[in-house]
């Protein structure tokens, strides 16, 4: 059997089944909960789940079970891998990290749990970083590099619609100053030390997505850029910000539209949308 080193993730970092399938990446599920029905979240519709949000139905979410992780973990080292690079959600807003190590200690080839400090396509893309080196055949220390490197550079910048679902699921962080915000006040967050921070407030819908887009543009500046667009489903909306930040960021590598994880979009509320700059 060939070795390798397994790159592992959970469905936080709302990655594509086709990029997912190509760079050969494990995602193990967050559970979600609506009313009594607990299951993987991609076992859940998003428009229901967009209805289950607006009517103030009972959602919830959870990490995964320790087994899940170590059931990836014992696969990956059947398949011949030396070693795994584990690659998670915010500790500070999930407890997914913690219940991979718990799994990382039973297995017998090394497994190295990397806590990313964030969430979304900003752990997305170091996941993807980190898949590449793998395939390069880069050696263990080499994976978690590129991993790491990612994460730290990558920019998550949010728009709400409402703080009111962030509040509920108690992972409004620092931006919990921003909860007294009049309606007419859209809140602009980012994800700092590992949880939502505040970035800006802007009156109205369309100067806040505006500002969004100009902080990305700053963000990007000239460097070699993979940018993604998040949302629960696409619509006109994201299309003219792709369009926007086509015209505005100079040196794009790549640009696209992504469905956000059900677990971060149960969080952030329907109408939410982030924009990820991530400098190659």
């Known amino acids: 059997m060939s070795t390798h080193v397994a790159v592992v993730t959970d469905s936080t970092a709302s990655l594509p089944d086709q990029l997912v399938q190509q760079w050969g990446i494990k995602v193990i599920q967050l559970q979600l909960q609506v009313d009594d029905r607990i299951d993987d979240e991609s076992r ?23 087994g899940a992780f170590f059931w990836a973990y014992q696969d990956a080292a059947s398949a011949g891998a030396s070693a795994i690079v584990s690659v998670h959600i915010s500790g ?48 263990v220390n080499r994976v ?47 994800v700092q030390s590992g949880e939502v921070a505040p970035l800006s407030r802007v009156p109205g819908a369309k100067r ?7 902080i ?24 003219s910000v792709v369009g926007q930040l086509r015209q505005r960021i100079p ?10 994880s059900v677990v971060v979009g149960s969080h952030v509320g329907p109408g939410a949308m982030s924009i990820t700059v991530a400098p190659v």
């Not at 409402?162 to 859209?186: C, D, F, H, N, P």
């Not at 040196?251 to 956000?260: P, T, Y």
């Open 216 to 239: 990305a543009a700053q963000r990007a500046g000239s460097h070699p850029s993979e940018v993604s667009v998040s949302c629960f489903r696409p619509t006109d909306r994201e299309l």
């Open 92 to 139: 500070r807003m999930s407890a997914t990290v913690h219940a991979a190590r718990q799994a990382a200690d039973q297995v017998r080839i090394p497994v190295y749990t990397l806590d990313s400090g964030t969430v979304g396509m900003s752990l997305g893309f170091a996941v993807l970083s980190a898949a590449r080196a793998a395939a390069a055949g880069a050696q």
């Open 251 to 260: 040196n794009l590598r790549d640009l696209s539209i992504v469905e956000a």
């Open 208 to 214: 806040a997505m505006n500002k969004l887009i100009d």
């Open 144 to 190: 978690i590099e590129a991993a790491e490197r990612r994460f730290t550079s990558t920019s998550e910048l949010i728009y709400v619609d409402t703080l009111e679902y962030l509040r509920r699921g108690g992972r409004v962080g620092a931006a919990s100053a921003m909860l007294g915000t009049a309606l007419s006040i859209k809140p602009l967050l980012t």
């Open 44 to 66: 859940f519709d998003r428009g229901e789940l967009v209805e289950s949000l607006r009517a103030n139905r009972n959602v919830a979410t959870a990490p995964p079970d320790p």
